[in-house]
């Protein structure tokens, strides 16, 4: 209770009704921002692909797996280019971050040098998404770390399509990297991919491809060496860079082709089979489907 004192007399309100006074006396604006500040953040949910051959520093296949090499010294690079994309994500104002392990068996970012702001998808998937496991149309925006140039890519490091016995793949006539068909599962749910880090090559392969996107090249190749990017240097170019992506991500366009989907996949070793998929010549698969899902499946079986 409170009281007040006046002329002898004591007047009573209750606590209730003082409150109910004092809300009514404050500003309109006033009452509606406390109202606002209430109100949960709206979603902006990003997904941040991480693979390691585009590592600022790596140059051999011994940087990115096997018991032998700086393997051990990279995967900390990958948590830390990965922690700066979080960062940068979450500056933009994004409410939800999930990273993808990429690589190889998908087991490179260790748990605990993860920012444990975003979720870490991590291990291997049998299902035909891979590389961006976990996406939904839930997402906003695609961010892609330490990504390489496709097979054959002259000037780029480390360059190859998912594994070694790729030598093309192609959907529609159109030479697909691993980061080019991953922005075309993203553009199944009708997301845009917004930033690229990786080699130079790399960087400008797919903004050919996609077109407008973002992006840092952290190295580039000569002679087979690279001239790049310290790790701290391309760490804060790269959360400078997905900031800058995902608070313009109205500007970017979710990147599709029209089905069906025509595969056409040449590999230096084949003789592996997949329903309706047909041999078209020695070291060469063709298959068409309606559903993008259902080729990169195929993609999969017989790479």
């Not at 585009?54 to 990279?74: C, E, I, K, P, W």
Request: glycine share 10%.
């Amino acid at each position: 209770m409170f009281g007040l004192s006046i002329t002898g007399r004591t007047l009573r309100f209750s606590t209730l009704a003082l409150l109910a006074t004092l809300w009514t006396a404050l500003p309109a604006d006033s009452a509606l921002a406390q109202t606002a500040s209430r109100k949960p953040a709206t979603p902006l949910k990003v997904f941040i692909s991480v693979d390691m051959e585009g590592l600022a520093g790596v140059v051999t296949s011994g940087d990115v797996g096997g018991t032998n090499g700086d393997y051990q010294y990279f995967r900390k690079r990958a948590a830390e280019e990965a922690n700066a994309a979080i960062a940068g994500a979450l500056r933009a104002g994004a409410t939800e971050v999930v990273v993808r392990d990429s690589h190889g068996a998908k087991q490179n970012i260790l748990p605990t040098d993860r920012d444990r702001r975003a979720r870490l998808l991590r291990g291997a998937s049998t299902g035909p998404k891979n590389m961006m496991e976990g996406l939904d149309s839930s997402f906003a925006a695609v961010v892609f770390i330490g990504y390489h140039a496709s097979a054959g890519t002259p000037n780029a490091i480390l360059a190859h399509t998912s594994n070694g016995n790729v030598v093309d793949f192609a959907i529609n006539g159109v030479s697909l990297p691993e980061g080019g068909y991953n922005a075309l599962v993203a553009g199944l749910y009708n997301v845009p991919v917004v930033f690229v880090s990786g080699d130079r090559a790399a960087v400008d392969q797919l903004r050919g491809l996609l077109g407008r996107v973002d992006g840092v090249a952290v190295k580039q190749e000569i002679g087979t060496a690279i001239l790049g990017m310290s790790p701290a240097e391309a760490q804060d170019a790269i959360r400078l860079g997905v900031e800058r992506a995902v608070r313009a991500r109205a500007q970017y366009r979710p990147y599709r082709l029209a089905p069906p989907y025509n595969m056409v996949l040449k590999v230096k070793r084949d003789g592996k089979t997949f329903d309706g998929a047909v041999s078209a010549a020695a070291g060469e698969y063709r298959y068409t489907n309606a559903d993008l899902l259902k080729v990169l499946e195929a993609f999969n079986a017989l790479k």
